[in-house]
């Protein structure tokens, strides 16, 4: 059965793109028939896995000026992922969102829904904030999962985003999930690392998953590259990120 996850939180470098991206890939290498959408205007998740911007992207699918089908790329080096790019020149995504969007809020429901039948799994990337394009896509997603990063303000912006997250599921009648916790960029040595893992933890209301630091994030990013795949002067990936990344990837998409 398909699954479209949306990773979020309104605030922004907790590496949403880093952990929708990587995560994607972990899914295609799988063997899963994955798509990657990005739905943040600055179009970081496109130009991370695609080095020329192509003919089209989500802002034409959705404003009905090409089908999804064209829009689609094949992600370089990597069997099974895709992406629906936004590109940030001209910014007719975040035009859309804030002119035509308001008499259209389900239009990436209908989008997922209709890619639901070829693909294995979506991921949804999104920009921080919660403005009219973030709302469509949440409530186009079976689960949502939040990154953060460990320290006390990412805590402030989860209480925030748990209580908007409420309004938004009542007000569009809405059930889509939210109950997993990814702490990015964690250092176990670090004793306000360690506090906020457990502090996420203790609230009872989530599982949470730590990504630990791993320069093979940005380096993969600075090459176009797949981070499972990247490999710089013989390193590549940390043995610890990528049992947690394997952790993650299968409880995710159970």
């Avoid at 904030?129 to 409530?139: D, K």
Wanted: charge should be neutral.
């Amino acid at each position: 059965m398909s699954k479209a996850i949306a990773f979020h939180l309104q605030k922004g470098g907790v590496g949403k793109t880093t952990v929708s991206g990587t995560l994607g890939c972990q899914s295609a290498l799988n063997g899963y028939k994955t798509l990657l959408i990005d739905c943040d205007s600055q179009g970081n998740l496109s130009s991370w896995f695609l080095k020329e911007p192509s003919k089209y992207e989500l802002a034409d699918v959705l404003q009905g000026k090409c089908f999804a089908s064209e829009a689609i790329v094949p992600v370089d080096n990597i069997d099974n992922l895709f992406i629906i790019p936004t590109f940030s020149i001209g910014g007719s995504l975040k035009n859309y969102s804030e002119t035509k969007l308001v008499d259209e809020p389900f239009v990436i429901q209908d989008l997922v829904s209709e890619l639901n039948k070829e693909y294995d799994h979506i991921i949804l990337d999104l920009s921080p904030g919660l403005g009219r394009l973030e709302r469509a896509a949440l409530i186009a997603s079976n689960e949502i999962i939040t990154p953060m990063t460990p320290e006390v303000f990412s805590l402030d912006g989860l209480e925030i985003f748990i209580d908007e997250l409420k309004k938004l599921k009542k007000n569009y009648k809405s059930n889509v999930k939210h109950n997993k916790i990814i702490i990015n960029s964690y250092d176990e040595r670090i004793k306000q690392h360690r506090d906020i893992f457990h502090a996420a933890e203790s609230s009872g209301r989530f599982t949470v998953f730590k990504i630990p630091v791993d320069p093979i994030f940005r380096k993969s990013q600075e090459a176009n590259a797949v981070p499972q795949l990247l490999k710089v002067r013989s390193r590549g990936m940390k043995q610890t990120t990528s049992d947690s990344i394997n952790e993650i990837n299968k409880t995710i998409w159970k």
